[in-house]
C-alpha cells in the first residue's frame, strides 16, 4: 500500500533552518510529482512547493521562495524540503503529497515551530 512518512521537525529559532524528509513506498515513486503542503491552526492547507518526476521543475509559494529548496531522491525514493530564514509564520504541519491515477496520499505530517 502507498505510504509517506514525513521527518525532521522540531523546534527551530526565527532565521534558523530545517529539513524535512518524506520517504515514500508503494508506487514507483520516480514516475509522480510530488508536493509538499502545509497547515497552520485555523487555517486552510496551503501548497509550499512542487517537484516534478525527474526533478528539473519546481514551483514554489510566494510565500517561501527564495527560503525553501524542494529536492528529491528517486533512488532512496525521498523528497525533501530544505527551509532557511525561517519565521514564526512559517509554523505550521507539514505534508507531503502524491496524486496517483485513482486517489492522492497524504502523510501524517510533521510539526514545524518557529519560537524564540
Known amino acids: 500500500q502507498v505510504q509517506l512518512a514525513e521527518s525532521g521537525g522540531g523546534l527551530v529559532q526565527p532565521g534558523g533552518s530545517l529539513r524535512l524528509s518524506c520517504a515514500a513506498s508503494?508506487?514507483?515513486?520516480?514516475?509522480?510529482?510530488m508536493t509538499w503542503y502545509r497547515q497552520a491552526p485555523g487555517k486552510e492547507r496551503e501548497l509550499v512547493a512542487d517537484?516534478?518526476?525527474?526533478?528539473?521543475?519546481?514551483t514554489y509559494a510566494d510565500s517561501v521562495k527564495d527560503r525553501f529548496t524542494i529536492s528529491r531522491d528517486n533512488a532512496k525514493n525521498t523528497v525533501y524540503l530544505q527551509m532557511s530564514s525561517l519565521k514564526p509564520e512559517d509554523t505550521a504541519v507539514y505534508y507531503c503529497?502524491?496524486?496517483?491515477?485513482?486517489?492522492?496520499?497524504w502523510g501524517q505530517g510533521t510539526q514545524v515551530t518557529v519560537s524564540s
Open positions: 503529497n502524491v496524486r496517483l491515477p485513482r486517489r492522492g496520499y
Open positions: 508503494g508506487f514507483i515513486f520516480g514516475w509522480y510529482d
Open positions: 517537484i516534478t518526476s525527474d526533478g528539473r521543475r519546481t
